[in-house]
């Protein structure tokens, strides 16, 4: 009977490594036309049953990384939009996936997934649902909490700052913002208090330039026995923007309420982070541009370049010649922003006919 049995275990797991096999012949292809949305690291775990089926695995795992995805490029309240998508849907963006790892352990099996979304495919889902992604940006920001107690006419930075403390120990792995805390410094501490009476004005630039960071948040938490209100300063570059808001029922001695309000003020600073970097995918700007084909290193970088440009929505040759190469880009932005972002790769263009040239 014991022999029966491992005869039946062997050849189920015959089967599944053959159906493994088919399932990345049929699936997984290394043809990737321009820059996909790549998510990695997607876990899924399923019990090693008779009816097992690695399909239903790679299926969830295309599930997980399509949520994963939308927590990277769609703020908070976009993402409610999407309350159902079908399984097809987000199969049909898939161009893409390969195993990170895989293991058995008390018949339980583990996997690790990647999964490439074409990019414009999403783009197209979205727009038809009235959204507009971002720029999946990492960025750091020196961030600043500072609890004032209005009763008390005191402020709290450091010592006994669960804020502080607490505030890099809950995240997301969708998390694109990476929070920099300042160093205990008596000199900060003694010009913040200096500035208490014009705390909400002041712009902090004597505390926040040591760090050399040109990104900023904060948070000024003020505490009475009825509310929360937090102003938020946030600084990117040279610009400012003020966030208010309000939180009820938060005890700063518990625990709980300190980790949900880190949750909610991340949310928010994610959120403005991600506006910040929209694509407007309703403007699709027609921009023709020709290259010299005396360098075909400098053409394949050209078009290596704008694969990797997030703004860049197609791009295609129209026609070429002996002298030069033609292409169409289609952009989501205007004609100086093109131009800004191709200067980051030197590129410099002479725009005083219809047709640019690559100098």
């Known amino acids: 009977m014991k022999s029966i049995n491992k005869f039946i275990h062997l050849k189920f797991l015959y089967i599944f490594f053959v159906i493994l096999s088919l399932n990345i012949f049929f699936f997984s292809t290394t043809k990737v036309e321009g820059k996909p949305f790549e998510v990695k690291e997607i876990e899924v775990s399923r019990p090693f049953e008779i009816n097992f089926d690695k399909n239903d695995v790679i299926d969830e795992g295309f599930k997980k990384g399509f949520k994963k995805l939308l927590s990277l490029i769609v703020n908070s309240s976009d ?124 712009n902090f630039n004597e505390i926040t330039n040591k760090y050399y960071l040109k990104d900023s948040i904060i948070a000024l938490i003020f505490k009475n026995e009825k509310e929360l209100r937090v102003l938020s300063r946030i600084t990117v570059k040279d610009n400012v923007i003020l966030k208010n808001q309000t939180f009820s029922g938060i005890n700063l001695k518990d625990i709980d309420d300190i980790h949900n309000l880190i949750k909610n003020l991340k949310l928010i600073y994610e959120d403005y982070w991600k506006n910040s970097n929209q694509i407007n995918t309703s403007i699709k700007l027609a921009l023709n541009v020709k290259l010299n084909n005396s360098n075909k290193n400098r053409i394949n970088n050209f078009e290596k370049n704008l694969h990797q440009t997030d703004l860049i929505y197609d791009f295609f040759i129209t026609k070429f010649d002996s002298k030069f190469t033609f292409y169409q880009i289609i952009f989501n932005g205007t004609p100086d922003n093109f131009l800004k972002i191709m200067n980051t790769f030197d590129y410099d263009f002479d725009t005083q006919n219809k047709i640019w040239i690559l100098k």
């Open 79 to 202: 993402k409610k939009k999407i309350n159902k998508i079908k399984l097809n849907e987000i199969k049909g963006m898939v161009e893409s996936f390969s195993f990170e790892e895989e293991n058995f352990i008390d018949d339980i099996y583990n996997m690790k997934m990647s999964v490439s979304f074409n990019k414009k495919k999403v783009f197209r889902y979205l727009e038809e649902k009235n959204i507009f992604p971002s720029v999946p940006l990492k960025n750091k920001f020196l961030f600043i909490p500072i609890v004032i107690d209005e009763k008390k006419k005191d402020l709290l930075i450091f010592d006994n700052n669960k804020i502080f403390e607490e505030w890099n120990k809950i995240s997301e792995e969708y998390n694109l913002i990476e929070y920099i805390l300042p160093t205990e410094d008596l000199e900060d501490i003694q010009i913040i208090k200096d500035n208490y009476e014009l705390i909400e004005e002041y």
